[in-house]
């Protein structure tokens, strides 16, 4: 009696597509970045599914699967699916910035609070030297402002 194995990609891609959708789920409220890691564990789920059904279709006798497989790969396009379609909503239900500047547009005069507690100008910081490469020092041109989430 010849033994057959279980054919473990096929359960482990069903099980990284159903993680996905959750960690897509539970953590967009935490983090709202965590589309493109559930992307790429959808794309890890798609090897191991193509992958385990190739071994389960060119060596039958040998590992399980011809039944399961097309079955896992169904319940996981759905839950695929199902992700594209909450990240479909999400996106759209986020609120359009109308008052953002357009990219090469001049930014309104502002004052902001740094980490260490200091009030910066927008006007100070194009007006404050800076020197460049050469050693020369020069206005700035422009500004790059990166805005953190102070709490998590």
Known sequence: ????????????????SLSALLIYVLGFQTTRSVFWLSLALFILAGVLFVSGLKRASSEPPLYRGKIAGPLLGTLSIGILLVFGFISYVVSTNFPSARNAPKIGQRAPQFTLVTAAGNSVSLAQLLSTPMADASGV?????????VFYRGYW
């Open 137 to 145: 020092a020069r206005p700035p041109k422009g500004v790059l402002l």
């Open 1 to 16: 009696m010849n033994k057959t194995f279980w054919n473990w990609r096929l359960w482990l891609g069903f099980a990284v």
